[in-house]
DNA sequence: AACGGGTGCAACCGCGAATCC
DNA sequence: GGGATTCGCGGTTGCACCCGT
């Protein structure tokens, strides 16, 4: 039983990729194009197997490829697109030419969830933290609370410090009576954590237009200063998906390979000039699809959503968000 | 200078989707 | 229509390099 190892792995070679192998691949690449993987190596005279040699293409070799640091306005896209689309780095690449789902993922893990984490915010939910505890203060019952603040406060002690001792947020100022209608009933504080998580999604969901919802703790946080928030001010409640799948209803990210690469291209080139050149945008005519509901929800909020000069806490030095320890 | 921990990145793995036959 | 094959994606791992002790 098991699943069909996808080539002998006897005769594979593995780990890393030499110059000559790169030369053969790409060389034969270039003359024959990308039709069938498992039989590349061997015609190129390669022990690899075939995946090995896609992801060496794809993820290195290909001549359309940027290599090195990522620039700001990249890290912008990266976080802005995970806020809504979550870990979909394909889809997220794709809006950054030149980049691999690879890429952009190996920059989350290892460069922004960590900045975000030391802004104070949920790298997952992209929702300040102090905004979490006063979410599980309204849905669950004291003792749960209690509980749950205290390995909660354990996970989050960094941030939590951080939050304290770079008073981004005044814990004295935080509601955590909550708008929450329930909270000051003791008889409503059995609402599970799943009645509210469906809330979320009927409020995703309902929302009109398939346009996530903004979420709002009421506290004036923001990603940057007032007039600006670093991701997308309408924001999926939980979940980024349950907004995502509103969002694909309405004919968003596609997805089908029937969809041709000359139309992808396009909306690559779309999105680029999106981000590359905003004041440009507003003139340009609509389009059906989900890529230009989502250049249209930008279009309305771009003047305080994505604003890489007026935000303060995104230009603070990677020390200064982190080693906040005294 | 040696060592150990942290970091970044390339590569691998396993699964589901798409396509082929 | 359905099984086999191929592809693409996201998560994980391994390793080289860097830096502090």
């Known amino acids: 039983m098991g699943r069909i190892p996808c080539c002998e792995k006897d005769n594979v070679k593995r780990g890393q990729w030499t110059p000559e192998e790169d030369n053969k691949l790409a060389s034969y690449i270039a003359q024959h194009g990308t039709r069938n993987w498992r039989l590349i190596p061997k015609n190129a005279g390669l022990q690899r197997c075939g995946k090995s040699c896609r992801l060496r293409w794809t993820n290195y070799l290909r001549p359309d490829l940027k290599h090195g640091q990522f620039s700001d306005a990249e890290e912008h896209i990266i976080v802005k697109f995970h806020s809504v689309l979550g870990n979909r780095w394909s889809l997220i690449a794709a809006q950054l030419p030149g980049r691999t789902d690879n890429d952009v993922k190996n ?7 960590k900045k975000l984490s030391g802004m104070g915010i949920d790298p997952v939910t992209h929702k300040p933290f102090s905004h979490l505890m006063a ?6 019952n004291p003792p749960q609370v209690s509980h749950l603040a205290e ?15 770079k008073k981004r947020v005044d814990l004295n100022q935080i509601n955590f009576s909550s708008p929450n209608p329930n909270h000051n009933n003791p008889n409503n ?3 599970t954590v799943d009645n509210e998580a469906g809330k979320m999604k009927l409020d995703g969901l309902e929302n009109g237009n398939g346009i996530m919802k903004l979420w709002d703790m009421g506290n004036g946080f923001s990603y940057g200063s007032s007039s600006s928030s670093f991701g997308n001010d309408e924001r999926n409640e939980g979940s980024a998906s349950p907004a995502v799948a509103a969002w694909r209803g309405h004919g968003g990210i596609r997805t ?28 340009e005519g609509g389009r059906g699809d989900g890529t230009m509901m989502m250049r249209k929800h930008h279009d309305q909020h771009q003047q305080h959503a994505f604003s890489v000069d007026d935000n303060d806490l995104w230009d603070l ?5 982190i080693n906040h320890m005294v």
Do not use: P
């Open 317 to 321: 030095q990677a020390d200064d968000l």
């Open 151 to 165: 390995a909660a406060l354990g996970c989050f002690k960094d941030e939590m410090l951080h939050l304290l001792t």
């Open 256 to 283: 089908s390979v029937a969809e041709t690469a000359a139309a992808e291209e396009e909306e690559r080139r779309k999105l680029k000039g999106e981000v590359m050149d905003q004041e440009e945008i507003g003139s």
């Open 189 to 191: 504080f059995n609402q």
């Open 107 to 113: 920059y989350w893990n290892t460069k922004l969830k």
């Open 135 to 140: 979410e599980i203060t309204t849905t669950l």
